[in-house]
């Protein structure tokens, strides 16, 4: 199953991306959709699954969640927005990691692409980067990765160009 990977749009929805993503089986967006339009789109172009940010206003609070659970191709996933980076996580995503710990742990937020292990919770850390125009970072990115039975493989970074370039 590929998957098509991104976070921190704030309202902003790279005309490139359908078909950057046009291979996927399904999106992920980790929060800061910033518009409902952008939900809107994406879920048009594959089956989509996101959680809400802090920029994200109440109607799209009310359609996704803070927190995502999920398993997919035998890959256990959890999805949210802040959550900080190995070993720094945020106070609210430590306490959760003492209870539960996934494969695979996906946030936004930062606008800092990175995919690291954390050996210590043997985890998967992936922040997609920020594929808006807002925020500090240089280059819009976003992610194309595949699962396959029980892990991730084929992971790509996509570069949308400069942030505020059209």
Known sequence: MKIGLLSDT????????????KTCDELWHAGDIGDVAVADALEKIKPF???????DDNALRQRFPE?????????????THIGGAPPNYNPRIKKMLKERIPDVFICGHSHILRVKKDDKLNMLYINPGAAGNHGFHTIKTAIRMELKVGKIQSLEVIELGKRGAV
Not at 10 to 16: A, F, K, N, R
Not at 49 to 55: D, I, K
Request: charged letters at 20%; glycine letters at 10%.
């Open 67 to 79: 927190d995502l659970w999920f398993e997919c191709k035998g890959v256990k996933i959890w999805m």
């Open 49 to 55: 699954r996101a959680v809400y940010g802090n920029v």
């Open 10 to 21: 704030h309202g902003y929805l790279d005309p490139t991306l359908a078909d950057h993503f």
